[in-house]
Structure formats: structure tokens, C-alpha cells
């Protein structure tokens, strides 16, 4: 049926005709479709919200802390290196990162996957830390050549006034008189003994203990390198032996074991970590965590724990306040992994689940809120 222009005019004087816009229905409609739609919206979104939160929570109770710090520290490195390298960032080398970074997140987000699915199989308290350590000493090799090169700065200089405010000058200068090559050579022993020395006793802690004592120390650890790697991160360094290079009067020269030292630097990516110091952290959170569960071995690695430290200046690789900062972080990481991993059985058995993953563990009844307890007590005897 055909209506004049006048009629429809008189009829419906809100729609504009000539641009055939139906103003008034569009409107109606929009208004309709708020007013019916937003409940079904509503019901969509809460949906979608509680099944984050269930499936999360989920997750947070079949996966230890030390899986979810390591899959998060993960995700920021790539995030860092995706946006540095689309700000036109150095290419090369920032894409290699992102690579590898790319492909640890990957790899490890896969493992926890199947750890998590697999939960009772024998072999995830054996994997899950070789998992673990694997993933974080691959950073050590490539989080201070990230900082370096995704950062248009360096703390350097700032790190060394620090120390200059305490001592009068960089503690570097102080020690040039005492630089002999057989000290040189002395101490870069001890230093480059800091590489069989957290194997060893990273494998005797992770593989060596019970279960229980083994969650505690791969969560504290995790801290640990987590922590210091942000400050590799977004505090890149490279040390006293770089920034004060052409001002020694003394050049540090030794033998066998200082080129051995200084070939090691080189095949892990050079001096591109120096705040905080993981020798001096990761050296004494070994040895306290081996004081309180077994105090002769404890004992026996001090002496090496403090030469590492004196090494550490000696051979101009660290500042004092790296030391500091290592020191405080190692001391505060071994309470925080027993804390963290306490919480997490309890809420695993509020949950109905077995305390630790495995089926090895059955009872927290003798296990105090901040972590100190005997393992015996939580572990099954059979």
C-alpha cells in the first residue's frame, strides 16, 4: 500500500522521509533492547566472572607457588620484550629474547599443565622441580642481556655512589693494593665454586628430602631468583669491573682458575646482572636452608658462603650494595617459601584434597601457621 508523502508526514512527523532515517524506531528499538537484554548480559557476564574465579581457584590449589611465580615471571619478560621491540627498541637481539622467553613460557605453561592433570602420578614431585630449576638458571642467561637491552638505562653509577656514600669511594679501589694475581687467583676458585656447589645442593634438597622439605625449599628458592631477576630486569648493571674499567690503577690478573671464571661470565651472556647479587643470595639461602634442616652440612658450607662474598669484590664483579641486597632477600625468602607453602596445604585439605601432591602427605595437624614444624608428622609413614 502507498502512502503520499503527506500522509506519512502527518502520520509519523518524526521520521525524517527524505534520509529514510526511522529515527523514532531506532531509538524505540535501542531502548527495547536495553531494557530485555541487560538481565541476559547481566547473567552472561556473572557467569563467565564465576567461572574465572572457580577455575582459578581450581588452579591455585593443584599448583604450588613456586609454578605460578615462575609462569607469571615468565609472561612479564615476554610482555616486556613484545612492547620494547614494538617501540623499535633494538631488533636483533630483543627478538631472540622474546624467542626464547616466548618458548620457556610455552614449554613451561605445558609442563604445569601436565603436572597439574597428572597430579597423583609418582613422577610430578620428581619433575616438577628439574622443571623448575631448568627454567631458572635458562634466565640467568638471558634476563640481564634482556635488561640491558630492553631498558635505555643503567644504574651503575647510582649503585656505585651508594657504596662511595658508606665507604668514601667504590670498596673496589679499596681492596686494588691487596690484587695480587694469587689472591686473584685464590678467590675466583671459590667464586667459580658457587656453580657446584648449588647443583649439588639443589639436588640433595630437591630429590634428597621429604616431600614436604622439598615444597618449602623449590618455594623459597623460586622467591628468591623470581625476585632478583626483576631487579635484573628493570635495574640492569653490570658491575664495578665495567663502569670503573679505565680507572684501575691495578689490573686483575691470575691463572687457571680466573680465566676459567672469566670464560664462564662470557659463555653465560657476560656481566649484564649485577643488583641483587644471586652469588651471595643464592649461596646463603643454600646454606641457611641447610642449617636449620641439617646443621653439620650447614656449617660446613659457611666458610665457602662468606669467600664467595669476598669474591665477589675481589674480582670487581659486585658492588657492596648488590651483597646487601642479596643478603636481606635470601634471609627473607627461606620464612616466605615454608609460609607460602603452609597456607597452601591447608586451604588443599579445607578443599578436600590430599595435603601434597602425590598422596604422600596426610596430616597437618602438627604443623604451625608460619611454616616451622616437623615434616615427620605431615608425611605418611607407608
Known amino acids: 500500500m502507498h502512502f503520499s508523502r503527506e500522509t506519512r508526514r502527518f502520520f509519523f512527523p518524526r521520521i525524517n522521509t527524505e534520509r529514510h532515517e526511522w529515527k523514532t524506531f531506532s531509538t524505540v528499538s535501542r531502548v527495547l533492547s536495553l531494557i530485555f537484554a541487560w538481565p541476559l548480559v547481566y547473567a552472561s557476564t556473572n557467569f563467565h566472572h564465576r567461572m574465572f574465579v572457580k577455575l582459578r581457584s581450581r588452579l591455585a590449589l593443584r599448583c604450588p607457588h613456586s609454578d605460578r611465580v615462575v609462569f607469571a615471571f615468565l609472561t612479564l619478560t615476554v610482555v616486556v620484550a613484545a612492547v620494547r621491540l614494538l617501540c623499535g627498541s633494538t631488533t636483533r637481539p630483543l627478538a631472540e629474547l622474546l624467542f626464547i622467553q616466548s618458548a620457556l613460557l610455552v614449554g613451561f605453561g605445558s609442563a604445569v599443565i601436565a603436572m597439574v592433570s597428572r597430579e597423583r602420578a609418582p613422577w610430578v614431585n620428581v619433575f616438577r622441580p628439574v622443571a623448575t630449576v631448568a627454567v631458572m638458571f635458562t634466565c640467568y642467561t638471558t634476563i640481564g642481556r634482556l635488561g640491558v637491552t630492553a631498558m635505555p638505562y643503567d644504574v651503575d653509577a647510582a649503585l656505585s655512589k651508594i657504596d662511595a656514600f658508606f665507604f668514601g669511594t667504590d670498596p673496589t679501589f679499596l681492596l686494588e693494593p691487596y690484587s695480587t694475581p694469587g689472591r686473584v687467583e685464590f678467590f675466583s676458585f671459590f667464586y667459580g665454586a658457587f656453580i657446584p656447589y648449588i647443583y649439588v645442593t639443589i639436588t640433595l634438597n630437591c630429590i634428597g628430602q621429604p616431600l614436604l622439605k622439598r ?133 588443599r585439605v579445607a578443599a578436600g584434597l590430599r595435603p601434597l601432591p602425590g598422596g604422600d602427605a596426610d596430616d597437618l595437624s602438627a604443623f604451625s601457621p608460619d611454616g616451622a614444624g616437623d615434616a615427620a608428622s605431615v608425611l605418611s609413614v607407608d
Do not use: M
Open 215 to 347: 615444597y618449602q625449599f623449590l618455594t623459597g628458592w623460586v622467591f628468591l631468583y623470581a625476585i632478583s631477576y626483576l631487579g635484573y630486569l628493570f635495574l640492569p648493571a653490570r658491575g664495578p669491573v665495567i663502569l670503573h674499567e679505565h680507572e684501575y690503577a691495578v689490573q686483575l690478573s691470575g691463572g687457571f682458575f680466573y680465566q676459567s671464571v672469566r670464560d664462564g661470565v662470557e659463555a653465560t651472556g657476560g656481566l649484564q646482572g649485577a643488583f641483587p647479587s644471586l652469588h651471595v643470595g643464592g649461596s646463603l639461602y643454600l646454606c641457611l636452608f641447610e642449617l636449620r634442616e641439617n646443621r653439620l652440612r650447614g656449617l660446613v658450607y659457611l666458610p665457602l658462603v662468606l669467600l664467595i662474598y669476598a669474591a665477589t669484590l675481589v674480582l670487581r664483579y659486585h658492588y657492596v650494595i648488590d651483597l646487601v641486597a642479596g643478603t636481606v632477600l635470601a634471609a627473607l625468602c627461606l620464612p616466605l617459601g615454608r609460609s607460602a607453602v603452609t597456607r597452601w596445604l591447608a586451604k
